[in-house]
């Protein structure tokens, strides 16, 4: 029994993970998800995925329990490269991966929406790396995405003292792109899906190639492949159509070709 649902509307997938009570991200879950992934990436209608947790949190974490049957070091760091394989897929997936978190995203459930592109969070949502708490270390690449996006000097506070913090300071650290309440998150979330899915295909795969040269020391390397697909995108019919469309006034169609 799958431990997802998918759901495909308006070239977006909405994916929910479903493992109450806390949505714990077991090796079941981990795999179903590149199960899913893997579905997707044959699906070319699919331009945006929806990443969100049923119940009452986005996922408070890893699966502990699960922790008590694996024997030694070398199961332990199987298992964490298995979730920073996926991770890491999910990075540099060829559409955009927005998650939509609400209760909580706490140890594994953190990393996984730190893989994304784009978070949004409620408000009073609970963010954070506790794994210190339990005497152990994030093991899913937390203690590598965090300071990309709150800085070295608050990423070694919230990982040293496993104080979560709330969606709204996510935000203001650059944690989360937005906070919103807990009835506006799943409508700004799905909208903002469309929105992106509504765009031209190819268009959107070049931006996902490109954004990443942005994070390393290639930067000048990022700066022509920029201009290659620049120059690759104006030859196909969408940049056509949507030339024309903003000519004349009216919402482009495009055919993703």
């Known amino acids: 029994m799958s431990t997802l649902t998918v759901h495909k509307e308006n ?6 993970i479903e493992s109450p009570p806390a949505n714990a991200l077991s090796s079941v879950i981990l795999q179903d998800l590149s199960n899913e992934l893997d579905a997707i990436e044959k699906d070319s209608s699919i331009k945006a ?6 119940g009452k949190f986005f996922s408070a974490g890893a699966d502990i329990k699960e922790f008590t049957s694996l024997q030694g070091a070398s199961d332990y760091e199987a298992l964490a490269s298995k979730g920073q394989q996926l991770f890491n897929r999910i990075e540099n997936f060829h559409i955009p991966v927005i998650a939509a978190i609400h209760g909580a995203a706490l140890g594994g459930g953190l990393e996984l929406a730190m893989s994304c592109h784009i ?4 408000h009073d949502a609970k963010i954070g790396l506790p794994e210190l708490n339990l005497g152990i270390i994030p093991g899913f690449a937390g203690t590598q995405r965090l300071p990309r996006y709150v800085g070295s000097a608050k990423a070694y506070e919230m990982t040293l003292t496993g104080v979560p913090i709330s969606g709204k300071e996510a935000a203001k650290f650059g944690l989360a792109n937005q906070s919103f309440s807990d009835e506006e998150l799943f409508p700004a979330a799905d909208k903002l899906a469309k929105t992106i899915a509504s765009k031209s295909g190819p268009t959107i795969h070049h931006v996902m190639k490109l954004i990443p040269y942005a ?5 000048q390397d990022g ?3 920029e201009a290659a697909a620049f120059g690759q995108v104006f030859g ?3 940049a ?16 993703d070709q």
């Open 11 to 16: 070239h977006v997938a909405t994916i929910t």
């Open 223 to 225: 700066v022509k492949q």
């Open 236 to 238: 196909n019919e969408d």
């Open 119 to 122: 978070r949004y969070v409620t």
């Open 215 to 219: 994070h390393t020391s290639q930067l």
């Open 49 to 54: 995925i929806l990443l969100k947790g049923e």
């Open 240 to 255: 056509k159509e949507g030339i024309q469309a903003f000519i004349e006034k009216r919402k482009p169609q495009f055919s």
